[in-house]
Nanobody, 128 residues
Framework: EVQLVQSGGGPVQTGGSLRLSCAASGLTHNEYAVTWFRQAPGKEREGIVCISPNYDKTYYSADVKGRFTLSTDNAKTTIYLQMSRLKPEDTAVYYC?????????????????????WGQGAQVTVSS
């Protein structure tokens, strides 16, 4: 059984930093895409960062590029999202997700129903 267990998140002031973690277990697939989504109050869930571990390239949405950094551990089973220069508009529940059917991020990564496995979510609240 595939499980994604998230940790991190919490309250932070504008300009501060936080790191989210997503530990994956039970994966038997050789290729997949890992994406961080977020859902702000009253808004749709949006994909913000995607990596295909085998391709070793990361894609960032315009909203977070230059402020957020995705990385993995050596085994590529834990995915980290380092968030810096946070803004109030970054306030959201953040989710990690894995897509197996289409492992290449460059084909797009923002469609929720394409993802097979989800973390439990982590609240990030940025105060001004």
């Amino acid at each position: 059984e595939v499980q994604l267990v998230q940790s991190g998140g919490g309250p932070v002031q504008t300009g501060g930093s936080l790191r989210l973690s997503c530990a994956a277990s039970g994966l038997t697939h050789n290729e997949y895409a890992v994406t961080w989504f977020r859902q702000a109050p009253g808004k749709e869930r949006e994909g913000i960062v995607c990596i295909s571990p085998n391709y070793d390239k990361t894609y960032y949405s315009a909203d977070v590029k230059g402020r957020f950094t995705l990385s993995t551990d050596n085994a590529k089973t834990t995915i980290y999202l380092q968030m810096s220069r946070l803004k109030p508009e970054d306030t959201a529940v953040y989710y990690c997700a894995i897509r197996v059917r289409s492992p290449a991020c460059y084909r797009g990564y923002g469609i929720e129903h394409e993802y097979d496995y989800w973390g439990q979510g982590a609240q990030v609240t940025v105060s001004s």
